[in-house]
C-alpha cells in the first residue's frame, strides 16, 4: 500500500531576518541571500503492506511528521520515491479546514467538501458526526467558541466517517480528554479489523504497543531501526 524508497527531504534555512518583500527582491538580485540545508529525513526506507498497522515513534524533530506529510503528497521528497496505492485518509491536524467564524454545522460540510465529500453524503452521514463528537448541544455555535478537545472530536469525527484504504495518524490519542482517546483508539481498531492500513504516530509507547504490530523509529531524520512494535519501543525506551 505505501512504498518509501531511500527518501529524503530538504528545507532551506534563511541565515538572516528580512522583514519585507521589497528587501527579499533587492537581496535576491544582489545575490546576497544565503541559507543553510537542512535535512528533516535522510535516506528513509519504508514498506507497508495492506492491513499493516504501523507506529511511527521518535523524539520531537526526528521527522515523523515530515514522513507523514510525504506519503500524503504534501510534500515531496528531495530524493527518492513515494508511492501509495488507495484513499488516503490524513489526520495530521484534527482542525485543518475549520473557520472559526462560521458554527460547527457549516464546518461539518465545509471540510467534508475539502475532503471530497458531496453535500448528500455529508447529510447522510450528519448525525453519526453529531453522534461521535458529542457537540450535538453546541452545533450551531461558532467553532472559534470550542475547547480544543471539542474541536478534535469534531475533526475526528468528520475525517473518519468513511472507511478509507490508508489511515494516517499523527498524535490524536495525545488531543482531548481520556473517553475521547478511547473512542478514538476503538474506531481506530474497528478499522484494521475492516483491513484498513494504519501509519499511526505517537510519543507514547504503550499506545504504539497497543495499536500497532509494527513500528519504525526515527532520530534526527534517519531511520535507526524498523521491526515488530514491542521490540522497536523497548530498544527506543532503553536509548
Known amino acids: 500500500m505505501i512504498e518509501v524508497k531511500d527518501v529524503s527531504v530538504r528545507f532551506n534555512l534563511s541565515k538572516e531576518k528580512i522583514d519585507n518583500l521589497k528587501e527579499y527582491f533587492v537581496k535576491m538580485v544582489k545575490r546576497e541571500l544565503f541559507f543553510q540545508e537542512f535535512f528533516a529525513l535522510k535516506g528513509v526506507s519504508l514498506t507497508v503492506k495492506k492491513g499493516e498497522s504501523w507506529g511511527i515513534i521518535g523524539r520531537n524533530g526526528s521527522g515523523k511528521s515530515t514522513l507523514l506529510k510525504l506519503i500524503c503528497g504534501i510534500l515531496k521528497p528531495y530524493r527518492g520515491t513515494v508511492k501509495t496505492h488507495g484513499r488516503i485518509a490524513p489526520l495530521i491536524e484534527l482542525q485543518a479546514g475549520f473557520d472559526g467564524r462560521l458554527t ?57 466517517v468513511v472507511r478509507p484504504d490508508i489511515l494516517i495518524v499523527d498524535e490524536v490519542l495525545a488531543v482531548g480528554d481520556k473517553t475521547f482517546q478511547k473512542k478514538c483508539e476503538i474506531r481506530m481498531q474497528e478499522m484494521l479489523k475492516n483491513n484498513v492500513t494504519l501509519l499511526f504516530v505517537s510519543h507514547s509507547c504503550d499506545d504504539v504497543r497497543r495499536v500497532c504490530r509494527k513500528a519504525l523509529w526515527l532520530n534526527s531524520g534517519k531511520a535507526v531501526m524498523s521491526g515488530d512494535s514491542n521490540e522497536v519501543c523497548s530498544a527506543y525506551e532503553k536509548s
Open 104 to 160: 460547527a454545522r457549516e464546518n461539518i460540510f465545509l471540510t467534508g467538501a475539502l475532503l471530497g465529500h458531496d453535500k448528500r453524503f455529508m447529510e447522510e452521514h450528519f448525525e453519526e458526526i453529531l453522534d461521535f463528537a458529542e457537540v450535538g448541544r453546541f452545533i450551531d455555535v461558532p467553532i472559534k467558541n470550542f475547547s480544543s478537545g471539542m474541536s478534535a472530536r469534531l475533526g475526528f469525527a468528520i475525517a473518519t
